[in-house]
């Protein structure tokens, strides 16, 4: 299990909580229980991927999260925000309309 540790860092990134396996980087402790669940999702993704490639998977996991191509779409980094959404029990229309906020999930350039 990811262990939570709480950090200004994340302000940097404009994000309430950041995971990078084994840690989920927070900005507060008063976080909605949602927010820590979601991101034990992500977590578990990049342990899944980090243990193909022994942390060089976890690498290749962020640049697939973070590249946005085609043009902006990232397919990788909808599918698994779709997860993480879904986990915490947010309705598949409202996932729809978050991911496609811009440029907060950087799908268009």
């Known amino acids: 299990m990811a262990k939570v540790v709480q950090t200004s860092v994340v302000r940097w990134f404009r994000a309430s909580a950041i995971t990078v396996w084994p840690f989920i980087f927070v900005m507060s402790d008063n976080l909605p229980s949602w927010v820590l669940k979601h991101e034990r999702v992500h977590a578990e993704q990049q342990r899944r991927w980090a243990l193909y490639g022994l942390g060089v998977g976890l690498l290749v996991w962020w640049a697939l ?26 309705p598949k229309e409202a996932i729809e309309h978050e991911l496609h906020k811009a440029p907060y999930y950087l799908w268009w350039m």
């Open 65 to 90: 999260y973070l590249i946005a191509l085609p043009v902006g779409w990232n397919w990788w980094r909808a599918r698994w925000e779709r997860e993480a959404y879904l986990a915490v029990g947010m």
